[in-house]
């Protein structure tokens, strides 16, 4: 299975609250589509209303995840994926040998 990583942003109002959200999602290509698929429903959807930022985040967060779109099927590893490693690596080389922990480790988002 090939993976990589990809930022990806979501944005969330709450009518005098809004908040945007990235985070470095690490999967294969079909995972990153569908985590991109959500954050952009989500953010069209939630982002937009909140006062006075949610439209401003909602523009910048679309804007960034179609920008980034195209890393999901990057055939070398993506910087976002390098971060992830770095971030990670003490765990990854402690649990190497136990695939259920690796992918426990890889399912943590940084963001």
């Avoid at 953010?43 to 006075?52: D, E, R, S």
């Amino acid at each position: 299975m090939d993976l990589n990583a990809n930022m990806i942003v979501t944005v969330k109002s709450y009518v005098f609250f809004t908040q945007y959200r990235p985070q470095i999602v690490v999967g294969s290509p079909e995972a990153l589509r569908k985590t991109w698929n959500k954050a952009m429903t989500t953010t069209l959807f939630a982002g937009w209303w909140g006062i006075p930022w949610g439209i401003v985040y909602t523009i910048k967060g679309v804007g960034f995840n179609l920008v980034n779109k195209k890393l999901s099927h990057a055939t070398a590893p993506t910087d976002y994926l390098r971060t992830f490693v770095r971030t990670k690596i003490g765990e990854i080389e402690a649990y190497k040998n136990d695939p259920e922990k690796l992918r426990s480790i890889i399912a943590r988002r940084l963001g």
